[in-house]
């Protein structure tokens, strides 16, 4: 299973913004999508951004325009740079990498957009 670690996360104003990142080790296979994905309070976890190894990216429509996601693989990181932080954003954020194996996840952080 991949080790993921993300970090980042923190509180911040409405408005606000802030980057989360998440370092993959310990990989046997390449990882062929990297992904954020984020669970509220009494929410489903959700599907927030996704790479893919061409760089193909997809968002969520409720972040759409105010996210970025993008990877780095010399590194075997992701990250999620987020802009016009909304309270609907708070939750907890978690890394998802994919290979051959499967998928495996990170121990995901807080991301908390109030006031």
């Known amino acids: 299973q991949v080790q993921l670690v993300e970090s980042g996360g923190g509180l911040v104003q409405p408005g606000g913004s802030l980057k989360l990142s998440c370092a993959a080790s310990?990989?046997?296979?390449?990882?062929?999508?990297l992904a954020w994905y984020r669970q509220a309070p009494g929410n489903q976890r959700e599907l927030v951004a996704t790479?893919?190894?061409?760089?193909?990216?997809t968002y969520a429509d409720s972040v759409k325009g105010r996210f970025t996601i993008s990877r780095d693989n010399s590194k075997n990181t992701v990250s999620l740079q987020m802009d016009n932080l909304k309270p609907e954003d708070t939750a907890v954020y978690y890394c998802n990498a994919a290979t051959r194996q499967g998928s495996s996840w990170g121990p995901g952080t807080q991301v908390t957009v109030s006031s």
């Open positions: 790479i893919t190894n061409s760089d193909t990216t």
């Open positions: 310990r990989s046997p296979f390449p990882i062929y999508r």
